[in-house]
């Protein structure tokens, strides 16, 4: 039973040291942190919705390419995939917290079977 749940644990620990996607697509050129409203500028490029409106009240041109903004669109691709990412990092914050109880109780397991292992070495010498 021990073992089993030994090589359960293992198994376990190597799912999650894979690799997470990368979240940089999502980030604001302007305020520098995840999207919430992302929008394209009529230059292609892509900022949050708050952040390009308060920087078009002081000037009409784009941060990154100077060039005049005349229009903005939605970019609901984007934020779904933004929300999608959002709600898998919630996911993964909470697989997280079981994987370190689960890691917690792991530890005590084998320890206690060393010691159990070592009690039957002992009496059968
Ligand atoms: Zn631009």
Known sequence: M????LVGFIIFTKIYAMDMPQSQDFICPISMEIMEDPISASCGH???????EAWLNEQNTCPICRKIIDFLSSETILREKIRQYKLNEQK???ENTKRQAWEKVSQQLFEEFCSDLRDFVRKTQ
Do not use: G, P, Q, V
Not at 2 to 5: E, M, V
Not at 46 to 52: G, M, P, Q
């Open 46 to 52: 892509i900022f949050d919705r708050k952040s390009i």
């Open 92 to 94: 993964m914050a909470l």
């Open 2 to 5: 021990k073992t089993i749940l």
